[in-house]
């Protein structure tokens, strides 16, 4: 292995032999010798071009360390003035940036602010035209036909499903503002899971999917907000029969995992997530299929609002996924202890 050469301050300078014609040290031509005489030298290890001036007299030593240390300050001041420009920039884009995340931050304040008024504002009208079917329903306006009835329920299911849609938005804007509260306490997961499936049995036999149920009677309590984990786990549930198609099956799974945890699990045999749109699914407003002949309802918000609940439970909501076979979502809760 060949021995590297000695660091010299001419290793530290470009261009010396450019800099030394323009300085009027040596002639083009005096250049252009020393450079000859630099490459038949290398051979020997001697390979510097100050060397090679020195060695043919074309320049003495004064002059050459003079012109090698002239040629040092000005890049060092160059360098230096390249720094302060770089800082100068840096700093001038992190003020940039600030100023476009404070931007960004109060256009995300003012959508919330008006998902949260519009979807307030429906709630009245809304609350009408429910009251209002519920009393032709029930014939207290008058009796109804078979066609009548019938017209109504559909418009009475419409009616809960755009309810559904409205608290929907009401629970996002409460998170993206930062005001999501929780009524923290001991939950009772079997009497919660027996709520939510009675809401879901309807959906999936209408679907023709079959649910199934794996949880033990002896389960311990958990800490949460009993309201809101309820709507978490009908969500998932409600995810599950939409994406599964008719003869699939969605299985809620409720059991310890250890003394300090209980973990919650839906799974499904349905269309599965594609590998490649996993880090899409807790987007609000986001829609994997956003074509306008897409297949499956929503507004996108249902995971969304899912991850931000059990955010706030300190809880993590996990899954696995395989396109066409199915997916499972599993979230852990603390066990609530009874005191000594």
Do not use: C
């Amino acid at each position: 292995m060949a021995s590297r050469p000695p660091l010299t301050p001419e290793i530290l300078v470009p261009r010396l032999g450019e800099y030394l014609v323009q300085a009027g040290h040596i002639t083009e031509e005096d250049l252009q010798r020393a450079l000859e005489y630099q490459r038949k030298s290398k051979s020997s290890g001697r390979y510097l071009l100050g060397q090679a001036l020195l060695e043919l007299k074309l320049i003495d030593r004064e002059t050459l360390d003079r012109a090698i240390t002239e040629q040092i300050i000005q890049l060092r001041t160059a360098l230096e003035d390249a720094n302060r420009f770089l800082e100068k920039r840096v700093q001038e884009r992190t003020a940039e940036l600030q100023e476009a995340l404070q931007k960004l931050s109060e256009l995300s304040q003012i959508k919330a602010n008006f998902v949260a008024n519009v979807s307030h504002e429906l709630r009245t009208p809304l609350t009408h035209i429910k009251g209002y079917i519920e009393l032709l329903v029930t014939e207290s306006l008058g009796p109804l036909t078979p066609e009548q009835r019938n017209a109504l329920q559909v418009s009475q299911r419409a009616a809960a499903r755009l309810e559904s849609l409205i608290d929907n938005l009401i629970v996002f804007s409460l998170a993206a503002r930062g005001e999501m509260s929780l009524k923290l306490g001991p939950v009772n997961l079997n009497k919660v899971a027996s709520e939510v499936l009675s809401y879901s049995r309807s959906k999936a036999a209408d679907r023709n999917v079959a649910l199934n149920v794996d949880i033990p009677a002896d389960l311990p309590p958990v800490q949460a907000d009993e309201q809101k984990i309820s709507w978490v786990i009908l969500q998932l549930l409600d995810n599950a029969i939409k994406f599964t198609p008719a003869g699939g099956q969605v299985t809620l799974s409720i059991y310890p995992e250890t003394s300090e945890l209980v973990i919650v699990s839906v799974a499904d045999t349905g269309i599965g997530i594609p590998e490649n749109r996993r880090d899409e699914i807790f987007e609000p407003f986001h829609q994997l299929d956003g074509s306008s002949t897409r297949r499956y309802g929503g507004t996108g918000l249902g995971l969304a609002l899912v991850r931000e609940i059990l955010d706030a439970h300190g809880s993590l909501i996990e899954f696995d996924s395989v396109e066409g076979q199915g997916t499972t979502f599993r979230f852990p809760l603390l066990v609530v202890h009874p005191p000594d």
